[in-house]
Nanobody
Framework: QVQLVESGGGLVQAGGSLRLSCAASGRTFSSYVMGWFRQAPGKEREFVAAISWSGGTTYYADSVKGRFAISRDNAKNMVYLQMNSLEPEDTAVYYC?????????????????WGQGTQVTVSS
C-alpha cells in the first residue's frame, strides 16, 4: 500500500509556471506507475500525465503536451509535475495517483491510490 501527499499548488498568472510534488510512503514506491489527474469545478477528473516505474516512459494528455513534464525520483519516493505556460483552463485540483498495472492505461479507474489533491489556480 502507498500513501500520497501532494504539494506545490497555488495561484499563478497565465503564462507562469508551477511545480507540483507528490511524496509517497512505502518501500515499494519504485514498483508503482505514477500519474497526475486534475478536476475542475463541475467537471470529471481527467488524466494529465503518467510515468512508468523506471521513469523511462511517459504519457501526457493532448491538452498539456509540450507544456507539462512529469518526472520521478525513486530514491526520494517523489514524483513531480512541472507545469509551464499555464493557462486559465489549467485551473483545477491536481491529484497524484499510483498503480501497479501498466502505464498505458490512462483511465482514472485503473489507479488504486490517490492523494488528497492540491489546488492550482491560473488567473488571466
Amino acid at each position: 500500500q502507498v500513501q500520497l501527499v501532494e504539494s506545490g499548488g497555488g495561484l499563478v498568472q497565465a503564462g507562469g509556471s508551477l511545480r507540483l510534488s507528490c511524496a509517497a510512503s512505502g518501500r515499494t514506491f519504485s514498483s508503482y506507475v505514477m500519474g497526475w489527474f486534475r478536476q475542475a469545478p463541475g467537471k470529471e477528473r481527467e488524466f494529465v500525465a503518467a510515468i512508468s516505474w523506471s521513469g523511462g516512459t511517459t504519457y501526457y494528455a493532448d491538452s498539456v503536451k509540450g507544456r507539462f513534464a512529469i518526472s520521478r525520483d525513486n530514491a526520494k519516493n517523489m514524483v513531480y509535475l512541472q507545469m509551464n505556460s499555464l493557462e486559465p483552463e489549467d485551473t483545477a485540483v491536481y491529484y497524484c495517483a499510483a498503480k501497479l498495472t501498466g502505464v498505458r492505461s490512462t483511465g482514472r479507474d485503473s489507479y488504486d491510490y490517490w492523494g488528497q489533491g492540491t489546488q492550482v489556480t491560473v488567473s488571466s
